[in-house]
Antibody
Framework: EVQLVETGGGLIQPGGSLRLSCAAS????????MSWVRQAPGKGLEWVSV???????YYADSVKGRFTISRDNSKNTLYLQMNSLRAEDTAVYYC??????????????WGQGTMVTVSS | DIQLTQSPSFLSASVGDRVTITCRAS??????LAWYQQKPGKAPKLLIY???TLQSGVPSRFSGSGSGTEFTLTISSLQPEDFATYYC?????FGPGTKVDIK
């Protein structure tokens, strides 16, 4: 079965660090465009970061310099290292697989999400 | 940067109704648009990509159309399981969402 399972969320104080994991099954993370997307409570979807199959990485301006996306090919797992966390980073974090579907980039597989709460 | 807007932000409808949601891009994006459905507490689900292609397993009552700057998602006959929030997406940009609620 093709699926993504996120872990690592929790309550963290402002300025703290957290690492999210996203374990994939049924497909190979390193062969795909993998992203993190977040959703603040009661808000819409916000793209956070991407790692391409070739290893290039990109970030939303709101997290650039604080978050790092990476992958472990041997574990078929995607990561998001989050440093210098702020209250506005509070959200459910989803990992998602991006596919080129026709001329479109679309996210066809999503994890269940993991909640990150930044609060003192 | 491209921005996506959706209208309406909220709509109230009844089972069996035909529902149309619009997504507008701030500049032309050809047919590079996808639509998602999200239910409370759940991850988004891909419905349509390339503006009008139905993702495998999605009921045929869902359809998409448009190109350039204006796109629509149509549900031909709203079912109880369709009450949810719908988002459009182009690359790393998501629209603000349209919540479809029960009248």
């Amino acid at each position: 079965e093709v699926q993504l399972v996120e872990t690592g969320g929790g309550l963290i104080q402002p300025g703290g660090s957290l690492r999210l994991s996203c374990a994939a099954s049924g497909f190979t993370v390193s062969s795909n465009y993998m992203s993190w997307v977040r959703q603040a409570p009661g808000k819409g979807l916000e793209w956070v970061s991407v790692i391409y199959s070739g290893g290039s990485t990109y970030y939303a301006d709101s997290v650039k310099g604080r978050f790092t996306i990476s992958r472990d090919n041997s574990k078929n797992t995607l990561y998001l290292q989050m440093n210098s966390l702020r209250a506005e980073d509070t959200a459910v974090y989803y990992c998602a697989r991006g596919v080129i579907a026709g001329p479109t980039l679309a996210f066809d597989i999503w994890g269940q999400g993991t909640m990150v709460t930044v609060s003192s | 940067d491209i921005q996506l807007t959706q209208s309406p932000s909220f709509l109230s409808a009844s089972v069996g109704d035909r529902v149309t949601i619009t997504c507008r891009a701030s500049q032309g994006i050809s047919s590079y648009l996808a639509w998602y459905q999200q239910k409370p507490g759940k991850a988004p689900k891909l419905l349509i990509y390339a503006a009008s292609t139905l993702q495998s397993g999605v009921p045929s009552r869902f359809s998409g159309s448009g190109s350039g700057t204006e796109f629509t998602l149509t549900i031909s006959s709203l079912q109880p399981e369709d009450f949810a929030t719908y988002y459009c997406q182009q690359l790393n940009i998501f629209g603000p969402g349209t919540k479809v609620d029960i009248k």
